[in-house]
């Protein structure tokens, strides 16, 4: 069950845009909601590059925080191992995923990490994503990062913060670090 | 001792603007670091309405995380209980820590929270903070978040994301919410 028995409703928290933090914030919330004793769950529907991070750290967070790595990697980007079809099928399983999460209400706060770059690749359905969103039980949290938005999803969310890259590392060519890229 | 043992650069890290994420994405990169078994320690220069969900969850941190609250509130905002000549002293104070901290190297991440928010109140001194940033050991790396940003620090930061509001919760009557906000 979850934690939240205040009944305070639930936010549709989105961090998009093409600065590094997003995928950083939703695991800071995430261990801020566990200081509550909040439930949470995160689904990857993008595995890249930093996931060994998240997944050590996840273990800090055990038995109130539960990761699952759905995605196939950066279609096109960090991954060419994949055809297209293979990353449909990931992407649709993690939205079917997020679904029966958001809905079992054993989860305070469910993070589709970046479901807004799979629905930018059209891997998966906007309106499916608007439909469980909407139908979504009053007192659930989910968090959406990715660099994208669309306008429906932007209508949709309570908080929206757009992360802006203004300078980068690696174009000064430090190699990203472990314990803060991934 | 520090455990960044491969001795690589660390980054100056800045998470500024005025949307919500900058104090949860260092919260998630303490959290990632602390997966590889680096050593933290998080100064919060203004202490804000969210205080107690960083003290809640940073016991989950221990013993590899190390927060101090050196602030006193939000200058004539979230508080009224302290006139300027307090909120001054208690930066320097915050600023001696961060110095101390920062050259011990018994950290490997060191988080100044709401540091750049006591820059725009000129609470502190810039030339002192970019004196520190200087003269920090190779290897560490500073997380500094807050609003603000100045020039010199944009120039001598390697990685900086803005962090803007497009849509924030409070203007559409939804309170702060326990385990998301603070």
Not at 7 to 13: A, Q
Request: glycine share 8%.
């Amino acid at each position: 069950m979850s934690k939240n028995k205040d009944m305070e409703k639930g936010l549709i928290i989105v961090y998009y845009g093409n600065g590094k933090g997003k995928t950083t914030a939703s695991l800071g919330a995430a261990l801020r909601g566990i200081g509550y004793d909040f439930r949470i769950c995160m689904i990857q529907f993008i595995k890249g590059e930093w996931k060994y991070g998240e997944i050590y750290s996840s273990n800090l967070l055990k038995p109130n925080f539960e990761l699952i790595v759905a995605g196939k990697g950066f279609v096109g980007i960090l991954d060419d191992d994949h055809n297209i079809n293979e990353h449909i099928l990931a992407s649709k399983n993690a939205l079917g995923l997020a679904r029966e999460k958001i809905n079992s209400l054993n989860y305070d706060t469910v993070i589709l990490d970046e479901i807004n770059y799979a629905l930018k690749l059209k891997l998966i359905d906007e309106d499916e994503v608007l439909q469980i969103l909407k139908a979504k039980p009053y007192q659930v949290n989910v968090i959406m990062t990715g660099n994208y938005i669309t306008e429906e999803i932007l209508e949709i969310a309570d908080l929206v913060t757009e992360m802006r890259e203004i300078k980068h590392p690696y174009k000064n060519k430090i190699k990203a670090k472990k314990g803060i890229d991934f």
